[in-house]
């Protein structure tokens, strides 16, 4: 018997062996295990519970093997009870984790960098540049470049087998704060990337260097003349018979396939990781979603939810456009934040709050508004009666955005043509009143962002820096900027984050635009 079993233990091992070589195909099965652990305690009590009944002829049952046996169904009973109840427990951990900090009336998101060009239109942009016959352009998603978000672009082999024998060749951005096609294109050949099979094929690295995980989004990062591929992903605290899901850190890969593996801290800490967002997007769908479980036990929240819907929440994806929130904002002050939008449970279509999470940090806050607002499903019905002769059989509403200008919420709006091929209004709906003011002229759309209204006098002052002094007075920081021949006495209080931040870094030498309306500064633009 013994030497049986020697002669088993080669193959076992070698089969050990190659499942092991081979755990990145088989992630999905035991991630599902891991993240549930009370499924395997259900199947380790089956086991028993047939193992024990297979040694016990019928005849033989006394009471002692139905105790035995009552015991094995019980606790099989008590599991299945657990892991109906794990989806709540975790939610509930995760919200006693990650709820907002801070609570305030307004937000001051940044005018200039906000998102003009569809995520449907910047594809069709950027596919069709491609001229190689063998390539195409992967998913689109949401990156950084020069501290602008843009669309970014793998592009990845095309068909199966050139995604064998194929590198991806670089990645192509395409500029979102602008209705034209802008974009450039960085050749760099990856070894390890999205797209490709088998062995350089970017999960199956990232799965061989960390395992228990989810991965989220993969981004094109560009510095110092280099391509990385920036991918955060989510890992989990072990709670017995639940998990919570976590920041886990952040994998860089760069153009030779080396993988990094940086804890929350040291992504934090590095340099090219900074303003870059690193706090994984498809675990703020979870956060938002777990603040629904506010109560202070597990039965409570179920009861909530299931009868009486005491502060439910529910988030805002408008169907069928194939983009779901968060949505990555720059503030004035220059941080990233991803947004979401949330309405009360039920039929009620206004806004509930929006939830800003700091896209480095993983810091939660909330947006509360005293008035009720429309939210940015209906928003869209707005547009659609202010242009009731439009054909919108060929025409589609996408991608309701939320900006603020001078204090108040309005939902920005894309009309796009049903394939995506350019833009054809830009509409912006007023969350308070309703109103609806429609533009077919990129910059009027800016003029309208920039001073709150078309046709505004608008002042240029442009040239180099001479001189600028800061001093205190009555509590504000005030400047005095000399520009060429021109002296401006600038005030804390009469700009806005972002404008503020962009005085603090000006320098001699620069050479800028100061643009003024009604005796105000309204952009500062360095050249």
Do not use: C
């Amino acid at each position: 018997m013994k030497r049986e079993i020697l002669k088993l233990l080669p193959p076992i091992g070698i089969f050990i062996l190659i499942l092991w070589f081979f755990r990145p195909w088989f992630h999905g099965i035991v991630m599902g295990l891991y993240r549930n652990p009370s499924i395997i305690y259900i199947m380790l009590t089956l086991l028993l519970l047939a193992k024990y009944s297979s040694k016990k002829k019928l005849e033989e049952y006394n009471r002692k093997n139905i105790t035995i046996s009552g015991i094995f169904a019980l606790m099989l009973l008590l599991l299945i009870l657990v892991s109906v109840l794990t989806g709540a427990l975790s939610n509930t951990a995760l919200y006693k984790e990650h709820h907002p900090t801070q609570v305030s009336k307004e937000l001051e998101l940044s005018s200039s960098k906000i998102r003009i060009l569809p995520k449907l239109t910047a594809y069709r942009y950027a596919v069709d540049t491609i001229e190689y016959a063998r390539y195409t352009l992967g998913s689109s998603h949401l990156t950084i470049r020069d501290g602008t978000p843009v669309w970014g672009f793998f592009i990845i082999p095309d068909g199966a087998w050139n995604a064998i024998r194929l590198k991806d060749k670089g990645v192509l951005f395409v500029e979102m704060n602008t209705t034209q096609a802008k974009m450039e294109r960085m050749e760099n050949e990856l070894q390890v990337g999205p797209g490709m099979q088998i062995f350089d094929n970017l999960e199956w690295n990232l799965y061989k260097k960390h395992y228990l995980i989810d991965l989220d989004i993969p981004r094109a990062l560009y510095y110092d003349g280099k391509i990385y591929v920036v991918v955060p992903y989510i890992s989990y605290s072990f709670r017995v018979f639940y998990t919570v899901p976590k920041w886990g850190g952040v994998l860089i890969v760069d153009e030779d396939g080396n993988v990094e593996d940086l804890t929350p801290e040291e992504a934090l800490k590095d340099e090219r990781l900074k303003d870059f967002p690193i706090f994984p997007e498809l675990l703020t769908r979870r956060i938002i979603y777990a603040q629904n479980y506010w109560k202070e036990n597990v039965f409570s929240n179920i009861k909530n939810l299931w009868l009486h819907h005491e502060n439910q929440i529910e988030l805002i994806d408008v169907s069928g456009q194939g983009n779901r929130q968060p949505f990555l904002v720059i503030a004035n002050d220059g941080r990233e934040y991803w947004m979401i939008a949330v309405e009360p449970y039920g039929r009620a279509h206004g806004l509930a709050a929006i939830y800003l999470i700091n896209a480095q940090s993983g810091e939660m806050s909330q947006v509360k508004f005293e008035t009720p607002l429309t939210g940015p499903v209906k928003a869209i019905d707005y547009v659609k009666k202010a242009l009731p002769t439009f054909d919108w059989s060929q025409f589609m509403a996408v991608e309701p955005i939320p900006i603020f200008l001078n204090g108040k919420l309005w939902w920005r709006i894309a009309i796009i043509p049903q394939s995506g091929s350019g833009v054809a209004k830009i509409a912006f709906v007023n969350a308070e009143t309703k109103e609806v003011r429609i533009f077919e002229n990129e910059d009027d759309v800016r003029a309208f962002l920039l001073y709150g209204q078309v046709g505004a006098k608008v002042e240029e002052i442009s040239g180099r820096v001479i001189g600028i002094y800061s001093y205190i007075k009555d509590g504000n920081t005030h400047w005095i900027l000399i520009i060429g021949d021109k002296t401006l006495y600038l005030s804390a209080d009469q700009l806005n984050d972002e404008l503020v931040f962009k005085v603090l870094n000006l320098k001699e030498g620069d050479n800028v635009t100061i643009k003024m309306s009604e005796g105000r500064i309204v952009e500062i633009e360095r050249s």
